[in-house]
């Protein structure tokens, strides 16, 4: 049973830092592409970060390019989003999603998720 359980969200002023994390469970970690995704209400659910299994390789959205970093933490089986100069188009709602198959920020959608922690930016 897959679980992946998200922290980290909180309120931030423009200009501002957060730091997302995702608790896996249930599967072998590092054997698992990862990503964070982001929604806000009425919009669909976009791509934001992806890792590779191995950590080697990595994609973002134009958008937060300079800005996020992911990294993965297989020691600790957690997936890491480093969110620095945020903004408020940054406000959403973040869900950190896991599977065996590669997927990007371009293709793929993956098949495990958390329930999502909400980042807002003032």
């Known amino acids: 049973h897959v679980q992946l359980v998200e922290s980290g969200g909180g309120s931030v002023q423009a200009g501002g830092s957060l730091r997302l994390s995702c608790e896996v469970s249930?599967?072998?970690?590092?054997?698992?592409?990862?990503?964070?995704?982001?929604?806000?209400?009425?919009?669909?659910?976009?791509?934001?970060?992806?890792?590779?299994?191995?950590?080697?390789?990595?994609?973002?959205?134009?958008?937060?390019?300079?800005?996020?970093?992911?990294?993965?933490?297989?020691?600790?089986?957690?997936?890491l989003l480093q969110m620095d100069s945020l903004k408020p188009e940054d406000t959403a709602m973040y869900y950190c999603a896991a599977d065996g198959f590669p997927f990007t920020v371009d293709a793929g959608i993956p098949n495990y998720w958390g329930q999502g922690t909400q980042v807002t930016v003032s």
Do not use: C, H
Request: proline share 2%.
């Open 26 to 79: 249930g599967y072998t970690y590092s054997s698992y592409y990862m990503g964070w995704f982001r929604q806000t209400p009425g919009k669909e659910r976009e791509a934001v970060a992806t890792i590779s299994n191995d950590g080697r390789v990595t994609t973002y959205i134009d958008s937060v390019k300079g800005r996020f970093s992911i990294a993965k933490d297989n020691a600790k089986n957690t997936l």
